[in-house]
């Protein structure tokens, strides 16, 4: 029947092997209605109806009889979907809907913001049905609160919120697969501005901006003059990137000071192909708590006994290659004092060869200025025993002679350490590689020097050239420089860190117009934390501009402490509970397969929410890779202050996501 005419009776035939979509759409114009806002019956006995809802199947999988008689509903609905016989209800709030073509994104969506706590109790409480006359989509968001929170309703069917999406915004009425994300932000400022009209008081706020609205602390240095500009902007979602596989770099740290390097990985302040070398700088003295204008990098060769180049800063990280290695040199950056010079020594033990094989790492020093070999040849010695390029060689003692103490005295005294020969280049053959010409060039005093070591010196003196890659690095490159270097997953913590960490500003990509000391000049920029809302919406960037996925796992846990990411820094630590998560199956936000995860506030159980199916699930299944949402819930004052169990990172578990496109 219709909802503008009386009852009308037509029969359709249709193959068994039809879908019951395409059915529906053809019946529909016979009907001569709109198949959007037309749900289907099956009339099982003379007052006995139950929704169809499988628009995937073949009519032959759906009915029972070939002269089955299906009801064709068209809005204004007549019967209510609490009488629909589609499962047993698992308890108050957990209720399926169905999914009425391409919206499973919606109830994505709907799961996760109806299992908010405050926003929930607000829209059921008497305050808000009864002194609050509400207009558009704020009383269509009451009315779906009601029915979903029934006692009653197993599975319904959200028509009339879908209606009221496509007249707010008419990407809503294609039918496609849209991005849960905006819808999100589309349905928190439309409930906001329609709880605002519907208010009686002249209070510009809403329930909406009083659980989502958090505030970004904004700032910017100017690089010339140091001014600091501060401003504040507004949030309801934060929109946090995922470092990417390349943004992690390895690094080889040289201190100032004749020590060891220093190993380690290093993550850089943004993901992907944009990232510069004066980024990587940076990232690299914090790492190693120094200044970073104080900081040399240079691309290291695949052996590591040479310079490959002496890299700017304007140059981008876009072609790291997993192997590559940087060697950071604390050494300073601009032109040296006056009487001094910097040296780049290479070193090998192959003595009269032409074209010697290099061993060793290179080292960068300050040296006095005029140099030739006999003046830095001790500084080269020195250096070179101090930081592990010549290291003792492996000797054996006698066993009787180390019981009876003769392994000590004068046979284990390390005699002096002979100087190098030192050759500037070109040598013979052997030129200044290439990549460092233009270094060379541009640099004046760059030296480039070749330190020959006599191998028989050497062994006199118990001392040998290191192999610039040790075992453990040459067989795992991964484990000398830290773990994770291949891991493919990434915590919430190292996403919130990457979006509060400090960016360039500059020409030519991003002009900063300084308001004291002129336009055009370079700034950093900061984004901080500065007010938390009581709702925490968290959304993980996985869509790149070209839209291809990153499929990183992100682990997250059930608390989440945020302190640490607000400016001013707080007193204390502010912990968040999670309360639902939305999940994305497919390689971009327009296809493939939402689902979600819920927390039920009466029972304290976590539910898997696939359209109309819903099941409770254990805990460890929360830990999703398909994570696309996250929505935190601040706890109250008194809440327990100490890290329970679950506040640690979920282990990931295979969840029961369905693997089809609706």
Same mark, same amino acid.
């Given at each position: 029947y219709k909802s503008s005419q009386p009852a009308e009776q037509l029969v359709v035939c249709a193959s068994r092997y039809e879908r019951m979509r395409d059915f529906k759409a053809r019946s529909c114009a016979l009907l001569h209605v709109i198949p959007v806002g037309v749900r289907l019956w099956r009339v099982e006995a003379e007052n006995e109806h139950s929704m169809i809802l499988e628009s995937d199947k073949l009519l032959d999988e759906i009915q029972k009889l070939d002269t089955e008689t299906i009801e064709f509903e068209e809005k204004p609905w007549k019967r209510s979907t609490s009488g629909c016989k589609y499962g047993n209800k698992l308890c108050r709030g957990v209720t399926g809907l169905a999914n009425l073509g391409n919206t499973c994104f919606m109830n994505s969506a709907i799961q996760c913001l109806s299992h908010v706590d405050p926003l929930r109790a607000y829209f059921l409480s008497e305050a808000s049905g009864g002194a609050t006359e509400y207009t558009g989509i704020a009383e269509e968001w009451r009315l779906l609160q009601q029915a979903m929170w029934d006692d009653n309703t197993a599975v319904y069917a959200p028509y009339e919120f879908l209606i009221k999406l496509m007249d707010i915004s008419p990407q809503f009425s294609t039918q496609r697969q849209q991005d849960v994300q905006e819808l999100i932000a589309l349905l928190l400022d439309t409930l906001h501005e329609d709880i605002g009209r519907s208010s009686c008081s002249n209070r510009p706020s809403s329930v909406i901006a009083d659980l989502f609205r958090g505030v970004l602390r904004s700032t910017v240095v100017c690089n010339n003059c140091h001014t600091k500009s501060v401003t504040h902007e507004p949030f309801t979602v934060l929109s946090l990137p995922l470092p990417a596989a390349s943004s992690t770099v390895r690094v080889l740290f040289w201190p100032r000071e004749p020590l060891p390097p220093r190993r380690f990985l290093t993550v850089l302040p943004r993901a992907g192909t944009a990232s510069t070398v004066l980024q990587l700088r940076r990232a690299i003295a914090r790492e190693a708590s120094c200044a970073a204008d104080d900081l040399i990098l240079a691309d290291l060769s695949k052996k590591r006994s040479r310079i490959a180049a002496l890299v700017p800063d304007t140059h981008t990280l876009d072609r790291v290659m997993p192997a590559d290695v940087f060697a950071a040199y604390e050494l300073c950056r601009a032109p040296p004092p006056a009487g001094s010079t910097r040296v780049v020594v290479y070193h090998t033990d192959e003595t009269f060869l032409l074209h010697p094989v290099l061993r060793g790492h290179p080292l960068l020093l300050l040296a006095p200025s005029p140099t030739c070999g006999e003046d830095i040849g001790g500084l080269v010695a020195t250096h070179s025993v101090a930081r592990g390029i010549l290291t003792p060689q492996c000797t054996c003692i006698d066993d009787t002679k180390a019981e009876a103490g003769e392994g000590e005295g004068e046979g284990t005294k390390s005699p002096q350490t002979p100087l190098p020969r030192l050759s500037r280049f070109p040598v013979g053959n052997l030129s200044v590689p290439h990549e460092l010409r233009g270094t060379a060039r541009s640099e004046p005093d760059l030296q480039c020097w070749l330190a020959r070591w006599d191998p028989a010196l050497l062994r006199a003196a118990g001392l040998q050239l290191a192999d610039p890659r040790p075992q453990s690095d040459a067989r795992c490159d991964g484990d000398a420089f830290g773990a994770g270097a291949t891991s493919g997953s990434v915590t919430i913590d190292q996403c919130l860190t990457l979006f509060t960490s400090e960016e360039d500003l500059g020409p030519p990509d991003s002009p900063y117009n300084c308001n004291v000391c002129g336009a055009g000049r370079s700034a950093t920029k900061r984004l901080r934390l500065g007010r938390l809302p009581r709702v925490l919406v968290l959304h993980l960037k996985r869509f790149d501009n070209a839209a291809a996925k990153l499929g990183a796992t992100v682990t997250y846990p059930l608390r989440l402490d945020a302190a640490r990411f607000v400016a001013p820094q707080p007193h204390g630590p502010q912990w968040y509970r999670l309360r639902a998560v939305a999940n994305h199956v497919g390689e971009s936000p327009e296809c493939g397969h939402?689902?979600?995860?819920? !927390? =039920? @506030?009466?029972?304290?159980?976590?539910?898997?929410?696939?359209?109309? #199916?819903?099941?409770?699930?254990?805990?460890? +299944?929360?830990?999703? !890779? =398909? @994570?696309?949402?996250?929505?935190?819930?601040?706890?109250?004052?008194? #809440?327990?202050?100490?890290?329970?169990?679950? +506040?640690?990172?979920?282990?990931?578990a295979h969840s029961p996501h369905s693997s089809h496109a609706n």
């Open positions: 939402y689902t979600a995860y819920v !927390r =039920h @506030a009466d029972s304290d159980r976590w539910y898997f929410c696939d359209d109309q #199916a819903v099941a409770e699930c254990a805990t460890v +299944a929360v830990q999703s !890779r =398909h @994570a696309y949402l996250l929505f935190y819930e601040r706890e109250e004052e008194n #809440a327990c202050m100490g890290v329970p169990d679950d +506040a640690t990172h979920l282990g990931v």
